[in-house]
C-alpha cells in the first residue's frame, strides 16, 4: 500500500482543513490589494488562494461549479490559470467535437 503524503496525512484533519480553506480567502482578498504593485502578484495569489480554497471546502467547490456555469468564459481562465485536469479534458473534447463536425460534411 502507498504511503500518504504529509500534506494528504495533515488534510485528513478538520482544523488544518478550515485553516487551509481560511488561508485560501485571504490570499484570493490579498491578491487585489497587492495588483498594483509590480509584478504579477495577482496572478500568482489568486489563483493559489482559489486552489486552497476549492481543495478544502465542499462549499466553494459547489460556489464555482456554479460560477462556471454562469460565466464559462472567466471560469475558462481560472481553470488555465489553476491548470486544472478539467481544463485540458474540457479543451480536448472541444477539439475533437470541432474536427467532427468538420470532417462530415460533404464539399459544403
Same mark, same amino acid.
Given at each position: 500500500?502507498?504511503?500518504?503524503?504529509?500534506?494528504?496525512?495533515?488534510?485528513?484533519?478538520?482544523?488544518?482543513?478550515?485553516?487551509?480553506?481560511?488561508?485560501?480567502?485571504?490570499?484570493?482578498?490579498?491578491?487585489?490589494?497587492?495588483?498594483?504593485?509590480?509584478?504579477?502578484?495577482?496572478?500568482?495569489?489568486?489563483? $493559489? &488562494?482559489? @486552489?486552497?480554497? !476549492?481543495?478544502?471546502?465542499?462549499? %466553494?467547490? #459547489?460556489?464555482?461549479? *456554479?460560477?462556471?456555469?454562469?460565466?464559462?468564459?472567466? $471560469? &475558462?481562465? @481560472?481553470?488555465? !490559470?489553476?491548470?486544472?485536469?478539467? %481544463?485540458? #479534458?474540457?479543451?480536448? *473534447?472541444?477539439?475533437?467535437?470541432?474536427?467532427?463536425?468538420?470532417?462530415?460534411?460533404?464539399?459544403?
Amino acid at each position: 500500500m502507498a504511503k500518504r503524503s504529509l500534506y494528504q496525512r495533515l488534510r485528513s484533519n478538520a482544523q488544518v482543513r478550515l485553516a487551509l480553506f481560511l488561508l485560501g480567502l485571504l490570499l484570493m482578498v490579498a491578491a487585489p490589494l497587492l495588483g498594483p504593485l509590480p509584478g504579477p502578484g495577482f496572478i500568482i495569489l489568486f489563483p $493559489a &488562494g482559489l @486552489m486552497l480554497a !476549492l481543495q478544502n471546502s465542499a462549499w %466553494a467547490k #459547489r460556489v464555482y461549479v *456554479r460560477f462556471k456555469r454562469r460565466h464559462p468564459r472567466y $471560469a &475558462g481562465w @481560472m481553470d488555465r !490559470l489553476m491548470r486544472r485536469v478539467s %481544463a485540458a #479534458r474540457k479543451r480536448e *473534447r472541444e477539439a475533437l467535437a470541432a474536427d467532427s463536425h468538420g470532417k462530415g460534411r460533404d464539399g459544403d
